[in-house]
């Protein structure tokens, strides 16, 4: 029986030799397509007023410390993600990480893949926002689990919780299949219906509300575990998350 997934180009053609001056736009990141969406959404709005909440301060400088981190990282698969949006794949490099990714498991299928991907995305992302490292452990790669009990110190030690749940996941679509180095790596985008509610140490609710929904935006980079990580008995290679992204969140009327 086949195991579930693990939550363990340059254009071409000729060069002109025209001089002129041209206008150069700046590469918008996902950070900036984030930030579009959230202040045009009614939650921000609402907030505005409030900047100087020590909730909203704290948020801020996390979030001001994950973009710095997000755009000067040094990781290949944020390499990948951030350049989702502008590069085109070609069809080799495609056939050649699917090559890879069948030579570790003969019936990889990618609508069998999405499903599992899918079947299992609810659990990581209430464990992820509940702060469990334990189950963390078993879906994730260790930057995932570090990134989240980093996340959770940081605002626990401020008086912030989050009292957040997942409702809905919708189908995976996926974007790109990828080799780093010699290891497969699939990125797919989805998008949830999440609680959004944050308390204070004493249980009072400081934003948000119990029935407060939000639509959240993701992109996760799976990564295909290697024979040598394969735990023992196991058959077929699993899948872990190797990068997740927050790409923007809208709230719902």
């Known amino acids: 029986m086949r ?3 693990k939550f363990s180009a340059k254009p071409s053609g000729p060069r002109s030799s025209i001089t002129d001056l041209v206008p150069v736009v700046k590469k918008r990141t996902f950070w900036d397509f984030w930030k579009d969406k959230a202040e045009s959404n009614r939650v921000y709005k609402r907030f505005k007023g409030v900047r100087q909440h020590p909730v909203v301060l704290k948020g801020q400088e996390i979030a001001e410390d994950m973009r710095e981190r997000w755009e000067t990282s040094d990781s290949p698969v944020v390499h990948k993600i951030q350049d989702l949006n502008e590069t085109l794949f070609g069809e080799t490099a495609t056939a050649m990480a699917l090559k890879a990714i069948r030579r570790r498991d003969p019936t990889f299928s990618f ?4 499903s599992e991907v899918q079947e ?8 992820y926002l509940k702060g469990d490292i334990e189950e ?6 260790r930057e995932v689990v570090d990134r989240c009990r980093a996340e959770r110190r940081a605002y626990e030690s401020q008086g912030i919780f989050f009292d957040n749940k997942i409702l809905h996941v919708s189908d995976l679509e996926l974007k790109e299949t990828k080799l780093l180095g010699n290891v497969p790596i699939i990125i797919v985008t989805f998008q949830t219906q999440q609680i959004y509610c944050v308390r204070d140490k004493h249980g009072k609710i400081t934003q948000g509300a119990k029935d407060d929904i939000l639509t959240v935006y993701y992109a996760w980079a799976m990564q295909q575990v290697s024979p040598e990580e394969m735990e023992e008995g196991e058959i077929f290679p699993q899948w872990q998350l190797r990068e997740m992204q927050q790409l923007g969140v809208q709230a719902i009327i």
Do not use: W
């Open 3 to 5: 195991k579930k997934a």
């Open 111 to 114: 609508p069998d893949f999405l």
């Open 120 to 127: 299992n995305a609810r659990d990581v992302l209430q464990a």
């Open 136 to 141: 963390l452990r078993k879906r994730c790669s």
